[in-house]
């Protein structure tokens, strides 16, 4: 006999189903249900099934459409009927819709939910209601008969929704009175008018212009994502190339924000023209920039420093990430985009109430963006190794397809900043999943950290220097090399060959850090591989015998200098006032100003301080830049492979379940209970449960569960004592719990 009801249809299944639906549909089992009427009851509500469809993709649902559309909402239906309204075969859809609860019965009594209905809307498939008028009418042969724009406008509606504002829909005419196409359609039935103004294909005309099937062909198959074939390594060498100037990027914005930290806004986040700068001192778009900033602070390297005027200020953490080797320090930054909570796409959008979305600010945060941003790359990690996909927005209509119910109206727009930002970060290349990601994704940062230094270009130990002062760096520089390089020049153009430029000021600053002019020629003459220009060591020469002739020290600070006559230039200087000058001797100046604001004054009046340590040697007196505590980070949100429920707990689940079910339908005696169901007589209950113990009998028991639910259960007691009975399943229930209590009858 078929099953009645969802709940009979539970019932009859195996262990191995309800852990299917289990699985499937995690909130049915939380908490357990008491039986199989309630976990039915759960399985049914609308949110819950809403839930359970977003992860179905296009065919199942059409097929889920088909049964609401053959009425298995209210009566059972077969497969076959399904299988002749869509067309192509179901019977894989079917058991997935029952496997989640969504359907049920056999073949032959196929029924639904009735918040399945809910789920395909006013028009299931995008079709109409059926016209009784059309009933028993060759419908294709009435469509024969229309002419060519009439035609036009039925295709139209057949594409769906099937309705359509007219004021041709006002009145009903004729056929031989009938001028308009619309007028021509209502008066053979194709359309019927639904007010005055608006006018609906029915039924059985939208199947009709289908071809005899509820759906055109090209909607169930799911859209082709050409693909296109590279060498692994030749993705992963393009990747690395690109992780290499996002990290080179960050590492100027830290350095950036460590001497001039943007406010952070009363409302949190950034501000539009502290972005505009930030872009602009990058030398980068706003959409680099904000993605760079983002993941400085995901990755802990900026924070806010929480004042009562709050900074956005490099962490703690910021000078051990930029001594660490470039695959490492990319690592840390693939990792915190890959378990970003928010969507940096989002900012500059506008909310509900028109206000622009600022970056960095809690209005971008999205729970759901971790498994959005893991989806896109799942997809491309189930690609041949090397594929890459020809376009996004083929990869776009996929995943759609996969999952049109997910993701809200952002669906499409998070696949697209996925895979942009995946390739400004190094993770995507050529449309393809590097070899590191996809150890990454899988949480294996050991092989990920290795692979990514497999793929990046080897360090290289020299630069070619030109006669027009620019320095060239082949690949990246070795940690030391690049130091020394970056004391005395200007990066003037980066990439794959980073360009430098030596300038009278980049000199000037190497002379300031307390290098010599002997040490800048050594570094230049051995590390460069084409011969040193002449033009390059007269602009050492020239500034170095400049450079460090007035001296300044810490004294409130002071100057002093072997030449009287420039010693008296810098007093008659306009500077002397407003830098609070005064001499103390023929050779010596000081002022009440720091030493650093001082220096700062004279160079830019034209002149060339150096600042002197204790000792009387040059030092760096430039700051190393603001810092603030590092942050504790939060645990890891997302699993590499999301567990779900483990075996143990679904064991546990339906046991409860099936417990219930038989407690459910068991007969029982005479019940012990307290007068108005205050909870059972202790004293009868001890009794009730002391004889069962002896004779070895069943008890139905009516308790209160840890959840404050009311639920039943047949136990066997085998021991009673200290304020808990136990049954032979290992169950322990306390008396205070028990609401009443009875023996089970024999059948």
């Known amino acids: 006999m078929p099953a009645t009801s969802l709940a009979d249809w539970l019932r009859s299944v195996s262990d191995d189903a309800l852990a299917a639906l289990l699985r499937s549909r995690r909130d049915l089992a939380t908490p357990p249900p008491s039986d199989t009427t309630v976990l039915a009851t759960r399985a049914g509500a609308p949110g819950s099934v809403s839930r359970a469809c977003e992860n179905l993709d296009t065919f199942a649902l059409a097929v889920l459409d088909a049964l609401v559309l053959a009425g298995a909402d209210t009566e059972a239906v077969t497969l076959d009927e399904i299988t002749r309204l869509v067309g192509a075969p179901v019977r894989e859809a079917v058991d997935l819709l029952r496997e989640r609860a969504i359907a049920w019965g056999d073949d032959e009594n196929l029924r639904v939910l009735p918040a ?14 059926p016209s009784a008028a059309l009933d028993g ?41 009938a001028v308009t196409p619309v007028q021509r359609l209502l008066a053979r039935g194709l359309l019927t008018r639904r007010d005055g103004g608006t006018v609906e294909l029915p039924r059985q005309a939208g199947i009709a212009l289908r071809g005899g099937h509820a759906f055109s062909e090209d909607t169930l198959v799911e859209p082709d994502l050409p693909l296109n074939p590279h060498q692994p390594s030749t993705v992963d060498q393009t990747a690395a190339g690109e992780a290499l100037e996002f990290v080179r990027v960050l590492e100027n914005l830290l350095t950036t924000w460590s001497r001039t930290p943007p406010p952070v806004l009363k409302a949190g986040g950034l501000g539009v023209r502290e972005l505009k700068k930030l872009a602009r001192d990058l030398d980068v778009d706003e959409t680099r920039a904000i993605l760079l900033a983002e993941l400085a602070v995901g990755a802990g390297l900026v924070a806010d420093s929480q004042t009562t005027s709050p900074e956005w200020v490099p962490t703690t953490l910021t000078d051990s990430w930029l001594a660490s080797a470039p695959a490492q320090r990319w690592i840390t930054v693939a990792q915190a985009w890959l378990e970003l909570p928010r969507l940096p796409g989002l900012a500059g959008q506008r909310d509900a109430k028109d206000r622009p979305l600022a970056p960095l600010a809690e209005d971008l945060r999205r729970p759901l ?59 995507v290349a050529l449309g393809a999943l590097t070899t590191a990601a996809g150890a990454l994704l899988e949480d294996d940062r050991a092989t990920a950290l290795g692979q990514m230094g497999e793929a990046l270009p080897k360090p290289v ?30 990066i003037e153009s980066a990439g794959h060959a980073t360009v430098y430029r030596v300038t009278e000021t980049s000199v000037r600053r190497a002379l300031d850090t307390g290098r010599t002019a002997g040490e800048l020629h050594d570094l230049f003459s051995t590390r460069s591989a084409t011969p040193v220009p002449q033009s390059l060591t007269y602009l050492i020469d020239d500034v170095a015998r400049r450079h460090g002739r007035l001296r300044g020290g810490v004294a409130g600070c002071f100057l002093r200098c072997d030449d009287e006559v420039l010693v008296a230039e810098v007093l008659a200087n306009a500077s002397a006032d407003d830098l609070e000058l005064r001499k103390i001797a023929p050779t010596v100046l000081i002022s009440p100003l720091p030493l650093a604001e001082v220096l700062d004054g004279l160079r830019a009046a034209g002149f060339a301080p150096a600042a002197e340590g204790p000792d009387g040697r040059v030092f760096d007196l430039r700051p190393s830049g603001k810092r603030v505590p590092a942050r504790a980070r939060p645990a890891r949100r997302v699993a590499p492979s999301d567990p779900g429920i483990s075996p143990e707990q679904l064991n546990a689940v339906i046991a409860h379940v099936r417990a219930g079910d038989k407690a459910a339908g068991s007969r029982r005696g005479a019940a012990v209970r307290l007068p108005g169901g205050g909870g059972a007589d202790t004293s009868s209950t001890l009794a009730l449960l002391t004889k069962a113990t002896r004779e070895q009998r069943q008890v139905w028991i009516g308790f209160v569960d840890s959840h404050g639910t009311a639920t039943q259960r047949v136990v066997t007691p085998v021991r009673v004592g200290g304020g808990v009975v136990e049954g032979s399943d290992q169950e322990r229930y306390p008396l205070h719990r028990i609401t009443s209590a009875a023996l089970v009858e024999d059948d």
Do not use: F, H
Request: charged share 25%.
């Open 116 to 129: 399945a209905k809910e789920v395909a809307g006013s028009y299931p498939a995008g079709l109409g209601a």
């Open 369 to 427: 963006a971790v498994t959005a941003r893991r989806r896109v790359l799942r997809t491309l990690a189930d690609l041949p190794r090397g594929c890459g996909v020809k376009s996004t927005d083929e990869l776009v209509r996929v995943l759609a397809w996969r999952a049109p119910r997910r993701g809200g109206r952002l669906r499409d727009e998070i696949v697209r900043w996925t895979m942009a930002e995946a390739t400004a970060v190094g993770v």
């Open 461 to 490: 130990d020299q630069v070619l220097v030109q006669a027009d002062l620019t320095v060239v760096a082949p690949g990246p520089l070795e940690a030391e090399l690049a130091a020394e390089i970056q004391a005395v020049a200007d």
């Open 137 to 177: 009418v060759d419908v294709a042969a009435l469509i024969a008969e229309t002419g060519d724009d009439e035609r036009a406008l039925l295709n139209t509606l057949a594409a769906g929704p099937p309705i359509g504002r007219t004021r041709d829909a006002a009145t009903t005419l004729p056929l031989d009175q």
